[in-house]
């Protein structure tokens, strides 16, 4: 935009009118740059007006002039309509109106932009033979009202309101215009009226817009915001591409050839502070675009990003275009009638297919770039500078970008097959038919290929997997098979082996947690958490002296191996025992199986009871040891009745003997005295030798009847026997117990023993067989017997 | 196929003729522009096609922004094919015309249905097509 000069800076103008004159030879460079070598300066003026034939008339445009402007939109103010006197006589004009006090501060620069605006002037005139007509018309008719020197207020964008007035007049003088100069150039004007209606009318290959929209253009007409030959940025865009083949429809060369000041320093400065104070910072790019330059995969490494021939002091000019400047408004730009050339009516649109094409393949990479000018551009050796130079050279163009030609080899997911799959398919597609319909849209390309690549890897990165089979079960399983039917088929007659799909794999990284250290720091740190529990307590392992670990694994083993002994017995145990039920219960046929079975089982516990290590020595160990388990002692007490008897009898002779022991054992259990009760059945089975002998095994040695004593099953062990053996020979005359004097000693010994064992320590027998009173009385004294009849009436008493 | 071999991608159809259905039951005729990753559409020159039977109309719109939940369905339009076999393009105001008609026959049988349905003691409720949740 133009910066507002004030009277003041009269002085530092024409300080910058000379700055200028340095960059003229960049901004010769860059002209030949952009419109290359065969741009001549001044060729295209001489040549227009040879060609139209309007060598030495009058220019005069200020009619036209405004109703060009006022065409071109209200954006535009419009020149001082009345006041675009002849570019001959332009100079002259100026200088005796500059000195004259001009009020619009605008003018100041005006007086220095002369050149430009007078350049500009004549451009617009000779450009239009209508307009340059009716500007000679109308020139008499119009004295320059207004504030002299206006004729540059059509460079100024911003004009002094006293101007607008003069909008109005034109349109209206224009008919007449055209009437008056109907005669002097009825084809140009013609051809410019049919321009001016193809223009309103034709949006056809400028697509569905409104009229009044091509008529649109906020781009400004500023000479004033491009300088001279520059070129702007230049980027993968189609309108840039339009730019260099059109050019900057903007910068008259004569401006070159002119007091090259440029109205540069009209422009406001760039936006860096935001125009309203205390809104909000201007975001240039909204939040959610794509990046402007995306790392495209081997875009950095291959490609890195190309140098942008620039002009110096670009600070200074804000970017002509934009970067996304659409088709239309640089058609627009295009078209518009000041650069209408002498064309014949035929010539709609400035761009021509070929142009388009040109453009447009010129962002296809690979594609050649040796189109010289078009051929067919009629008249167009005046506009060579703008339309027939060839394409820039590549170093101002952005890298072509990479993926554009092969973009199959750049991904590693797909199955070899897939992929040779693709590349036919690719190759067998006829790819020009798409091509040429695009190279014919002006609009095509609107998404860059950055932004392309932007989203494609979007897309890539959502196909990464960590296990593929869970994500794309189908795909893997297809590609199996195929490769299975293939196998199959070809019989290894074929040396290529499929290789093995390589699909994009997260790696799986172990996310172990690592507290965090420093180095050369004492220790770790302290702090902890879920993820970072602090050690607190330091388990050590405290391993016990070999010798006791090897004690208490024994004892642990004998334990455990008596206690899987006992555990054989009672499943042996509770066959037997449900071999009854079993048994009446079966059939005739399974009778004798199940008296086998039974046999054997008991036949097991047998051989388990009396379990001896050494062959021939009956040995009651087994038995002892496993009383000394609680279990084992509840075995024996159900065990007892299924033994045959003998055997029962060697249990019971095994307890007798070892009653002591197992008292001691069972001190904690208490669990002997279930042994009672089959004990009792098989005493009462014994025969009168074995009875004495079990009352031999009772008495034990000396002393040891006192323990027993102490003992509840002791004593009521002995209280059997005795007792059995009291109704042995009470009942039976023939009882052999009185054969020999072992018995009449053994009682002897044992009321010995009742009467002298105190009566405290005397346990509570289970029960008290009331016959041993008499047995007693037999062989003891009446006070004996009192003191024994006491004894045993504690029991009952106690208990 | 060209930018992500193997999948599915609007890349390859930027720049063509598409047909857009929406969701609301419009339909879209444009060249598609521009995409994102959530399919969200950019459509230039894009004309809503209004189809009343036999008949049908254009109406331009200009350039159009599809948000990507709302299409139905998109697909390219063959330039080759000839369009317009059997359908028969009138104007828009006949077209709008036209729509209005069916709309409010449509709303007459609807109305009469559920007149009917209502002195039997029946009543089918509405479905909304828009309303998903």
Redesign the interface.
Known sequence: MFRFQTPDEDCTLEEEEEAPVEEEDDIDQFNDDTFGAGAIDDDWQEEHKRLTGMEGRAVGGGVAGGRATEMIGGAVDPPPASNLPPPSSLPPLHLPHAPSGLPPPGLEDGRGGGGLAESLARFILGADPAIAGLGAAQSPSHPMPGPPGSALDFSRLLSPPSLRPHLHHPPHQLPGGNSSSSGMHPSSMMSYQQQQQMLCRGSGPM???ASPSIWENSMGFGPVSRSPGLIPHMEDSPLMSIIKEVGLPMQPHPLRGEDPRDLSERVLPPRSSSPVIGSPPVRAVPIGT?PKQPMSLNHQIHHPTAVHVRAPLQHRYPPPFPDRLSPNTLLNLANNPMCRGPFPPGIGPVLSQLQRAQMLNSQVAGFPRGLGPPPMLPGGGGFRPFFGGPPPPPHHRMPPPP?HGP??YH?T??HPQ??RM?TQ??QSRPMGV?LD??SR?P?????TQR???W??K???MQ?QSTDPYLDDYYYQNYYEKLEKRQERERDSSKKEHTTRLITPQVAKVEHTYRPVQFAGSLGKLTVSSVNNPRKMIDAVVTSRSDDEEKREKQVWNKRRQILYTVEKMYSSLLEVQDFEKRFVHAAEEERGALLERHKTHTETLCTLLTHTEQAGRVSDEQCVTIMSVRKGKRLISRLLPFLPAQQAAAVVMAIARNLPALAKKDKQDQVLCWLVEPVAVVIQSLSSAALTDLLQEIQGREGNLASVLQNKLGVTLLYLVLSEGDRMQSSDPNCQLMDDNRWTELVFSVARELLAAPSSTLAPPLFTPPNLLGLFARYVDRQSLEQLQEKLQISTLTS | ???????A?L?DD???KHLVLLRDGRTLIG?L?????FANL?F??TVERIHVGKKFGDI?R?IFIVRGENVVLLGEMD?DKPCDAVLQQVSIEEILEEQRLQQQAKQETEKVKMQVLKDRGLSIPKADNLDEY
């Open positions: 697509g569905q817009m794509p993926l973009p199959i991904t997911h797909l897939h992929r693709l398919r690719m798409g319909r695009r849209d609009y095509s390309n609107l998404m932004e392309k690549e989203v494609a979007i897309q890539m196909l | 196929m060209n930018y992500v071999p193997g999948t991608s890349i930027i720049d063509k060249f522009r521009s995409i994102d990753q950019v230039h020159q331009p200009g330039m």
